[in-house]
């Protein structure tokens, strides 16, 4: 079209240099800052990952105990914040509640929100990777009627989050060490996928200079639709509607005939045209996970293995290179674990935060960075002339 492409859905379009995340679609590779995600899966931690995302190494051990240091600093959310709580109604969906909370944060803490002074970005890049599992917990607590559960920084991260979770003042609540490595790993899986669509819209949002707590909290609400992060609940939804196995094959032909536009949820991605490496490592840690709470023969679990295997030979999935992506077993730990569903997609957006920033830094960062601005094809009308009240129809 003359001075520009229109490519809907942005397919085509390379909308920023990056040395953060690589995928090789085609072969299903994912790697951040060159290592694959199953290495830093099987021998890191979600506090490394999140200094690799933002650093570019992986930290030696002073770097990754000063790092830890920093981000325990800033768990605890202004007593203010935790008021507005009150202001939702009990069944708001924990999403409303994130979206909010998390652009509240830059009322708060104005000495992190000048964009152009390095020391301000990395503040506000700790303070969010450390009140976001506050904020969620609390979303949590909120919706169930607990009373709220501070961050406890002697806990790692995922075990202070799950702490502020799960615990209750009745009880002696301890973590179990497998679900907090669990919990880490999923962490890890999510930290950061390339340009995305919220990530898109971080970037998109913090090109007009927004400052980082504004530009998280639109990248919050973009990872809630189901295509994205919502797929995650939506899986769980699926699952339950198929209900047994005896149930697949109808509803994979609803699919395939695109019946109301039903579409298996957790299979398929832009990008990926094979196996999602991130679905593998979840895969595996779904069986350890369920083995070690002692459910290995969770129905829902074996019900998306019969629906993987039935979808990965047939010949709809097969041609349209449609294979399980990182949210297909994802919510089944998650269930597991103890969260409802309506917190899957909240656990994502906690995990995506570092490579939220860390996006966000390396183009505020860029000096050939400017304004995200994208052209359109207008199919409007011509120019017609004003027609007053009285004539108008
Ligand atoms: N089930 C059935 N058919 C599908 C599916 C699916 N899950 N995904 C794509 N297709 C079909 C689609 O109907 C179309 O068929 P045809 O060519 O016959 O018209 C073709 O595949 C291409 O689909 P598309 O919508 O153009 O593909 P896209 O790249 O725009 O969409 C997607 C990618 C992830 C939105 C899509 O695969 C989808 O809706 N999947 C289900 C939701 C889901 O699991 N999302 C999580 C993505 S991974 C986590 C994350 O990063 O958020």
């Known amino acids: 079209h003359g001075l520009f492409t229109y490519d809907p859905g942005y397919g085509s379009t390379g909308s920023t240099q990056s040395a953060i995340t690589y995928i090789d ?31 570019g190494e992986l930290p030696n051990a002073k770097q990754k105990a000063e790092f830890e240091k920093n981000i325990t600093y800033h768990t605890m959310l202004h007593e203010q914040i935790t008021r507005f709580y009150s202001g939702f109604r009990r069944d708001a969906h924990p999403m409303a509640v994130m979206v909010a ?39 949590y607590k909120y919706s169930v009627g607990q009373p709220f559960v501070y961050p406890q920084n002697k806990l790692s991260y995922a075990e202070n989050f799950l702490n502020m979770t799960f615990a209750v003042p009745a ?7 497998v679900v907090a490595k669990a919990m880490d790993k999923i962490f890890i899986l999510h930290a950061d996928h390339e340009q995305n669509a919220s990530t898109s819209t971080v970037r998109m949002a913090g090109s007009s200079g927004a400052n980082p707590f504004a530009c998280i909290a639109a990248g919050i609400a973009c990872l809630w639709g189901p295509a994205h992060g919502g797929a995650n609940e939506a899986v769980l939804k ?17 699919v395939k005939s695109k019946q109301d536009n039903t579409r298996l949820m957790g299979f398929g991605h832009r990008v990926y045209k094979n196996y999602d490496p991130r679905a593998s490592v979840m895969r595996k840690s779904c069986h350890e996970v369920l083995d070690a709470l002692g459910m290995r023969n969770d129905p829902l679990l074996k019900l998306a293995m019969e629906l993987e295997k039935i979808a990965l030979n047939d010949e709809y ?5 449609l294979y399980p992506n990182v949210d297909f077993y994802s919510g089944i730990i ?38 995200g601005r994208p052209r359109q094809l207008y199919t409007g009308y011509g120019e017609r002339p004003y027609v007053p009240m009285n004539k108008r129809k």
């Open 334 to 371: 998650l269930q597991a674990i103890g969260f409802p569903t309506s917190m899957f997609t909240v656990l994502f957006a906690l995990a995506r935060t570092v490579g939220w920033v860390a996006q966000w830094k390396e183009m505020i960062e860029d000096p050939s960075q400017r304004i």
């Open 25 to 55: 679609g085609d072969e299903g590779i994912l790697t951040h800052r060159g290592y694959r995600i199953e290495d830093l899966a099987e021998h890191s931690d979600f506090m490394e990952v999140c200094y690799l995302l933002l650093e």
């Open 238 to 254: 699926m699952l339950h509607e198929i209900g047994s196995t005896a149930n697949i094959k109808e509803y994979i032909a609803k």
């Open 171 to 177: 009880e002696d609540y301890k973590v179990d060490p």
């Open 317 to 321: 999935f097969i041609s349209h290179k």
């Open 101 to 139: 909370v998390a652009g509240a944060l830059s009322a708060f803490y104005h000495d992190s929100t000048d964009i152009h002074d390095p020391r301000q970005r990395t503040i506000a890049s700790h303070r969010l990777i450390a009140k976001m599992p506050t904020i969620a917990a609390m979303a």
